[in-house]
């Protein structure tokens, strides 16, 4: 008889973005909902603009400076995000456990053409493989937008059948490079406002999106191993699911109903149902098809349910992270239901009829079980991950000595 599925929690996190170099500055950027998009240096466009730019950033603490020198800026951030998470669960590897240990981690954007050269693209986690003593399965993945939940899914996966005891995952992306930024002006995705409001989803004035940089990393575990250790736990993966479909040239899909699938099937993999998730971390990409879409997405999932749910995004104040989007909001989930405190949307003013949702304005405190974490990449990648509060239960008290 096969054993049964582990369970998985998350007893790590490592991020950094605009608003901060660690999860409690990220953390609490975002309870207070203050943006931190500043003016994109002169001849990045040609014209003013912001972004979610890591400002006084010198790389990875305690990392050798000829080593961090090869990385690119996006493997930099995963490597300090990676590091931050291993020393926040408190957990060291050693020769006996290094192959149980896998590392994942996604990005939507390659190496830039001006630094490192592409094999040292995914060297950030191998780099963190190395010095934390970690040579279990170690892979890059690029799912767009949805890379870093797709990673952390995926890992979470090797966790459940027992492939793996442990694992590092996320996502990281630095897209502020000129070449990055050309194309998504040329596809009209970015937004005409200069102002720290400019990334506005869901609101009638969007009218594009401010691109971000940053990385956020998890360290996932088999739950009965981490309260045997007496692991600190964040919250739980209770479910999760990746669905692709067609895109038209970059453009955001048009098959609803395969991204729907995607949020579904998280739901039928956790045993709940749609009325049991109390709050929704959005994808947030505040394009006018973008957002519509992902309204349209939450309306065939959750019914008239979500109008009663929490909806936010971590977007408007750390801008679109892309590949690492879905992870640092999968941050701000396990935040948020640790302290049982919704962040909000802090740049929303006015509805739009096609994204008729009730979104989240100000910080809100209440009892929360659950909440979906969803990204989207504009090639039809579709991610869902839904985490549970941590709740302690019968057992889970330490072994006597």
Sequence with gaps: MPDEPRRVVITGVGA??????DPPAVWEALLTGKPALTPLPGGALDRPAVAGRIAHYDGPAGVPADFTARLSRASQFALDAAIQAVADARIGFNAENAYAVASLIGSAHGPDPAGPPAPLFS???AGASTGLNIAGPSYAIDAGAASGLVAIHQAAEMVRSGSVRAALAGGADAPLRPEVLAAYEARGLLSSQATPTAQRPFDLLRDGMVLGEGAAVLL???RELAVLRGAHIYGELIGGAVTAGPAADGAPPTDVDIARQAVGR???DAGLSPGEIDMVFTAGAATKAGDARETDILERSFGSRILDMYVTATTPVLGYTVGASGALAAV??????????VP?????AEADPDCALDITVRAQRDHLHAALV???GSAGQNAALLIGAHRAEPGDELPMA
């Design 16 to 21: 950094i973005s605009a608003a901060g170099h």
């Design 123 to 125: 060297a950030g986690l």
């Design 220 to 222: 996932l575990e088999d």
């Design 266 to 268: 998280a739901l039928r």
């Design 332 to 341: 701000a989930a396990l935040f948020a239901l640790a302290e049982q405190m």
């Design 344 to 348: 909000p949307h802090p740049v929303y």
């Design 374 to 376: 969803s990204a989207y």
